[in-house]
């Protein structure tokens, strides 16, 4: 095995290749010196490690998020990607790896998990009532980034949670799904008292493209809060209908520079959209 390990850094691309397809079928054996050489400073080396791995499959996981803890970069990024790779066998491993107290671990769990896609749905659905906040945070940003529909019910009601970020998330991730039941839920968030709520809530509306939430946008371009009103100018000029035209041209006298802005911008795109 010394050899082999050897081999994936030989200059002949051929040599490194079959010593990597023969890592990858000893096995458990292979792990940890597979896993060292995903910090190699050669990119086809890191690659061929990686490789490896993926072929030796599901043993090779508990290693392979210790990876993801690391300070090195790249033996994180190819961590978090040879263990996507490997795909269901390690969902419910990354699910729990949200629950760690490192932040970045966390992300790149969920980075993970996202990647692996479709698979992941329903346990990433289940994380959403998970008693840790953080956990409920990052499974709605994975949801949103795999855009399955199954999750548009869960984060509508992840909307209504507790605890503010998550709220912010699973509007977030309605969004970007852009499943358009989700409206009047969104509409609802609109009227949250934390902009930190509220605008992502306007983005995703903006997303969704969804005109019979175009009067409660209005009223939110009147919000004593610029970060409010900046969104809902945004989200006001992807939806483009022209019935909003008028209170974004009474937005260009706006106090705040961005909103104005904003609003200019809106102004131009609902006239494009309408030529």
Not at 130 to 147: C, N, T, Y
């Amino acid at each position: 095995m010394d050899s082999l390990i050897k081999a994936i850094r030989h200059h002949n691309l051929g040599i490194r290749w079959r010593a990597a397809l023969a890592l990858g079928d000893i096995g458990e054996p292979a792990v940890k010196p597979l896993v060292r050489a995903l910090k190699e400073p050669d990119q086809d080396v890191r690659w061929l490690a990686g490789l490896a791995l993926g072929r030796i499959g599901p043993v090779a996981i508990p290693h392979l998020i210790r990876a993801m803890a690391e300070s090195d970069y790249d033996g994180r990024w190819h961590a978090t990607h040879v263990i996507a790779r490997i795909g269901e066998p390690a969902i419910q491993p990354l699910v729990a790896t949200l629950k760690e107290k490192d932040t970045d671990l966390q992300w790149r769990s969920a980075l993970a998990l996202s990647m692996i896609g479709e698979p992941a749905v329903d346990s990433l659905i289940f994380a959403l009532k998970d008693p840790i906040w953080w956990v409920r945070v990052r499974a709605a940003w994975a949801l949103g980034e795999i855009k399955d529909h199954r999750a548009v019910e869960p984060l509508i009601q992840s909307v209504n949670d507790q605890d503010w970020y998550v709220r912010w998330s699973a509007a977030d991730a309605l969004g970007k799904i852009g499943d358009r039941k989700a409206a009047k839920c969104l509409g609802k968030s609109l009227k949250e008292s934390d902009s930190f709520v509220q605008v992502p809530a306007t983005w995703a509306l903006g997303k969704l493209g969804n005109d019979a939430s175009v009067d409660s946008l209005v009223q939110s371009l009147k919000d004593s809060d610029w970060y409010v009103r900046w969104g809902a100018a945004d989200a006001l000029g992807n939806i483009g209908v022209t019935r909003a035209l008028e209170p974004l041209t009474a937005l260009k006298q706006d106090t705040d520079e961005y909103v104005r802005k904003a609003a200019e911008d809106a102004i131009e795109k609902i006239h494009t959209k309408n030529r």
